[in-house]
């Protein structure tokens, strides 16, 4: 025992000064492409421009034709299949790509949200009772349509966290993962979550300082990943909201103008940050 506890007190200070040296290697994941024609060209050119290494793409939305186009043209960036059961906006909608009865409000659409919301009372999922047959063969349709028009999709994720409604569903998702050779966002245990740009962030300068604040306390040797939406302040996107979030143009351009920003992309290279991909976690 005097032994192992010597070799661990040889061993330790070893690991952590290999561990200083290893790179601080971050995810930039960009999330909801299909939403909207604004939010489909911000997040390509997050990704040309800026430092999104990741784009998940809401199958059943309606500018889904045009993100596989997009994607398909940008063939370096990961592509996720983010399954959705809701279409939270006003003024745009989506259906879903099957006969799904319990998953449909009374024209045909997603409801808008998962979980009770005082802006939409009687409108959620778990309000009206979603049946496990419906989910799976929602699920089903959308990974297939998804690996049809991009077959190098590399894992799955849940849009509003819908994959995790119930432990069925939650076993659903992993049985239809493993039966379609796809994961569920690889490697998130391994991860450290970046936050949000923080509630005292409400200017673009504030923002990326805060952005530059979170990278500057990355330790090395760790994976983070950080997710978020770009959009475009235009006349498209400043129609598209729900109650409770009403600022969606203004506050997705931030996004947008954070992720190819010349400071961000600067302090990345000066600290020498890895931005990876999900393809590079795996390997």
Known sequence: MK????????????????????????????DDMGYTHS???????????GIVTSIEV?????????AVKMLNENP???????????????????????DCPSLRDGDGYFYPMVHPHQGYPGQSIMENKPELVDVEKEFRAQI??????????SHLSSHMGCSGISEEVRELTKQLAKEYGIEIDPGLENLETLGGFGENAVTLEEKVASFI???GNMEPGKTYIFIEHPGLDNEELRAVYHIGYEDVATDRQDVTDVFTHRRVKE?????????????DLRN
């Open 144 to 153: 297939e349509m998804g690996l049809k028009h991009l077959p190098r999709i």
């Open 3 to 30: 032994k192992l506890i010597f070799l661990l007190i040889l061993i330790l200070p070893i690991n952590r000064a290999f561990a200083q040296n290893l790179p601080v290697r971050l995810i930039v994941r960009a």
């Open 76 to 98: 370096g960036v990961d592509v996720v299949i983010h399954l959705a059961l809701t279409s939270e906006w006003e003024n745009i909608k989506w259906r879903p790509l099957s």
């Open 267 to 279: 302090f990345i290279k000066e600290k020498g940050i890895q931005l990876i991909s999900y393809g």
């Open 213 to 215: 604040s979170m990278m």
């Open 58 to 66: 809401i199958v059943p939305a309606p500018w889904f034709p045009e």
């Open 39 to 49: 939010g489909n060209k911000a997040m390509i050119q997050s990704y040309q421009e």
